[in-house]
């Protein structure tokens, strides 16, 4: 081959790689996932090493103000925890901004402390708007985390339930994997109302920044500036200050080193819970 079309072809390939470089989100991304104190993001990652794909952190774009711009050639599957029966809404609307190419099948798994409710429905409107065929939805019971109202689940217990999780994503990838749809769960009316009814009255009551407190165990370490998604906690003088944009993910609460964080009276003397475990991805 003469010098000039070694050139080209030299010329092509690196605008191949940029192009793919350029869109990386996509040609390589599947699993797309949204956690605050590391149940989905475990989820995340063991569906991601059954299939073999990469991640896409929804955590870094909602923080940051972004959306992503993602092509993949093989279905999507968004991972979120559940909140009130629903996804997070800081998730949802991070999916309605953000453009989804290539494949246009998409699967979701909500990892939750006992159901999910009628999440689905809303969930298949999402991929209506988004001109994406719905899988389904399925439900992976995780540790309870939201110490906010309830107690944590205990440690023993905790590994059991990450154990029973870690079989059930297996199986839940190799769904994916075959394209066969997740298995519609029958839905009751109390389940209807759950996600319809009670989801929004949750939010209005429920989730607010308001409560935070901070202990003098506080050392000023900044961990629950980095953690909070909405970029709601900023460090004053070593000591986080709380503004009015909270979306109750626990990351902070639940991720502080020192269990300096408290919210309101409801958490005082609770022990926290905090997955930052990394999934074992055996055949």
Same mark, same amino acid.
């Given at each position: 081959? *003469?010098?000039?079309?070694?050139? $080209?072809?030299?010329?092509?390939?690196?605008?191949?790689?940029?192009?793919? =470089?350029?869109?990386?989100?996509?040609?390589?991304?599947?699993?797309?996932?949204?956690?605050? %104190?590391?149940?989905?993001?475990?989820?995340?990652?063991?569906?991601?090493?059954?299939?073999?794909?990469?991640?896409? #952190? &929804? #955590? *870094?774009?909602?923080?940051?103000?972004? !959306?992503?711009?993602? %092509?993949?050639?093989?279905?999507?599957?968004?991972?979120?925890? %559940?909140? &009130?029966? @629903?996804?997070?809404?800081?998730?949802?609307?991070?999916?309605?901004?953000?453009?989804?190419?290539?494949? @246009?099948? &998409?699967?979701?798994?909500?990892?939750?402390? *006992?159901?999910?409710?009628?999440?689905?429905?809303?969930?298949?409107?999402?991929?209506?708007?988004?001109?994406? !065929? $719905?899988?389904?939805?399925? /439900?992976?019971?995780?540790? +309870?985390?939201?110490?906010?109202?309830?107690?944590? %689940?205990?440690?023993?217990?905790?590994?059991?339930?990450?154990?029973?999780?870690?079989?059930?994503?297996? =199986?839940?990838? /190799? +769904?994916?994997?075959?394209?066969?749809? $997740? @298995? =519609?769960?029958?839905?009751?009316?109390?389940?209807?109302?759950?996600?319809?009814?009670?989801?929004?009255?949750?939010?209005?009551?429920?989730?607010?920044?308001?409560? $935070?407190?901070?202990?003098?165990?506080?050392?000023?370490?900044?961990?629950?500036?980095?953690?909070?998604?909405? #970029?709601?906690?900023?460090? !004053? !003088?070593?000591?986080?200050?709380?503004?009015?944009?909270?979306?109750?993910?626990?990351?902070?609460?639940?991720?502080?080193?020192? @269990? /300096?964080?408290?919210?309101? #009276?409801?958490?005082?003397?609770?022990?926290?819970?905090?997955?930052? =475990?990394?999934?074992?991805?055996?055949?």
């Amino acid at each position: 081959m *003469d010098a000039p079309r070694i050139k $080209f072809a030299c010329f092509v390939c690196l605008t191949v790689i940029l192009i793919r =470089k350029t869109c990386a989100e996509g040609l390589i991304i599947l699993v797309i996932y949204f956690s605050g %104190t590391g149940n989905s993001r475990y989820a995340a990652e063991a569906v991601a090493g059954h299939l073999k794909d990469n991640l896409l #952190n &929804a #955590n *870094d774009y909602i923080k940051s103000s972004k !959306t992503a711009d993602c %092509t993949s050639d093989t279905p999507y599957v968004f991972i979120a925890p %559940t909140y &009130a029966w @629903q996804i997070p809404h800081i998730f949802a609307k991070f999916i309605k901004d953000s453009h989804f190419a290539g494949s @246009q099948v &998409a699967y979701y798994i909500m990892s939750c402390g *006992d159901d999910i409710g009628n999440a689905g429905l809303s969930l298949e409107k999402l991929c209506t708007e988004k001109a994406m !065929t $719905f899988m389904g939805v399925s /439900a992976v019971i995780m540790p +309870e985390n939201y110490v906010a109202l309830f107690d944590v %689940t205990e440690k023993f217990e905790a590994e059991d339930l990450i154990s029973l999780a870690d079989s059930r994503l297996k =199986k839940l990838s /190799a +769904e994916i994997t075959g394209g066969l749809p $997740f @298995q =519609k769960e029958k839905i009751s009316f109390m389940a209807n109302m759950k996600s319809r009814m009670m989801n929004p009255l949750f939010y209005a009551l429920f989730v607010k920044a308001k409560g $935070f407190w901070i202990t003098d165990k506080c050392i000023g370490c900044g961990l629950c500036e980095k953690c909070c998604p909405l #970029n709601n906690i900023k460090l !004053t !003088t070593d000591r986080p200050v709380y503004g009015s944009n909270c979306t109750h993910c626990m990351a902070c609460i639940c991720g502080c080193p020192t @269990q /300096a964080i408290e919210y309101k #009276n409801r958490t005082v003397g609770k022990s926290r819970y905090f997955n930052s =475990k990394s999934p074992d991805i055996s055949p």
